[in-house]
C-alpha cells in the first residue's frame, strides 16, 4: 500500500484529506508543525508528500527543498495564497504540482493517482531519471539540456550552458579565464580569453537577479570566477 505523508497545520484539512485518500486505498501520516514533517520526510519511506506552504517553524518551501535535495518522491503543495510567484516559487524549488485552498479533495484524490502513477512508472521502467543540478532557485537539466530560474525557462546558447554546467558542478573552486577557456572552448578557438567574460555576462543577464550583485557566479578580482554554494 503506497504511504502519504501530509505536512499540514489546520488539523480539519488535514483529517479531511487522510480520510479520502484513505477511501482511495493509501495509508495516510500527518505532521501539524514543519520540524517534525521535515524530520520525517527525510528520514521515513513515503511514495508522496503533500506539503502546506505556510507551516509553523519550517514552512513548505524549505521541506520542499530539503526534500529535493535526497529523494526524488513526488511532492504536492497546497496553499490558501493565489500568487503566481509562490507557484513558481514552489515548481522552482522541486514541488511536482501546486494546488490552492479551496479545493476539491477527489481533485486532490486524482492528482496524487496521476503523480504517483507517473512516479511508478518512471522508476518501473529501468529509465533513469534526468540528471539535474538545482541550487537557490536554479535547475540546469545535464539530460535536456535546459535551464531554469524559479521555475522559468531560459534558453542557452552550447557553451553558455557548457560554461554554466561546469562552474555549477565544480562551486567554490575559482577558475581563471584561461582554465575555462581550455575547459568549455578547448581546440576549438584559439587565444581569444575575452570570450569568457562575454559568456559570464550573457550568463548572468540570464539566471541573476541583480548582474551588479550575483549570488551564482562571482568574479574573484585579479584571478576569474567562482560558482557560488
Not at 503533500?50 to 520542499?64: R, T, Y
Not at 555576462?201 to 541583480?210: G, L, Q, S
Request: with cysteine.
Amino acid at each position: 500500500m503506497s504511504k502519504i505523508l501530509i505536512v499540514e497545520d489546520e488539523v480539519s484539512i488535514a483529517e479531511l484529506e487522510k480520510d479520502y485518500l484513505e477511501l482511495a486505498g493509501f495509508e495516510v501520516e500527518i505532521e501539524h508543525d514543519g520540524h517534525a514533517g521535515l524530520k520525517r520526510a527525510l528520514e521515513e519511506d513515503f511514495d508522496l508528500f503533500i506539503l502546506d506552504l505556510m507551516l509553523p517553524e519550517v514552512d513548505g518551501f524549505e521541506i520542499c527543498k530539503k526534500i529535493r535535495e535526497i529523494k526524488n518522491t513526488p511532492i504536492i503543495m497546497i496553499s490558501a495564497k493565489k500568487d503566481d510567484i509562490d507557484k513558481i516559487r514552489g515548481l522552482g524549488l522541486g514541488a511536482d504540482d501546486y494546488m490552492t485552498k479551496p479545493f476539491s479533495p477527489s481533485e486532490m484524490v486524482a492528482r496524487v493517482k496521476a503523480h504517483m502513477s507517473r512516479y511508478e512508472r518512471l522508476i518501473g521502467s529501468g529509465m533513469p531519471a534526468n540528471d539535474i543540478i538545482e541550487i537557490r532557485g536554479l535547475k540546469i537539466d545535464k539530460t535536456a539540456r535546459r535551464v531554469y530560474i524559479n521555475g522559468e525557462e531560459k534558453n542557452f546558447t552550447t557553451k553558455e550552458f557548457d560554461l554554466l554546467t561546469f562552474l555549477a558542478q565544480n562551486p567554490n573552486h575559482v577558475y581563471t579565464k584561461e582554465e575555462l577557456f581550455s575547459k568549455i572552448w578547448d581546440m576549438e578557438s584559439i587565444g581569444d580569453i575575452a570570450t569568457v567574460t562575454v559568456h559570464i555576462k550573457k550568463i548572468r543577464e540570464k539566471i541573476e537577479m541583480n548582474t551588479a550583485k550575483p549570488q551564482y557566479i562571482e568574479t574573484i578580482w585579479g584571478v576569474g570566477y567562482r560558482f557560488k554554494v
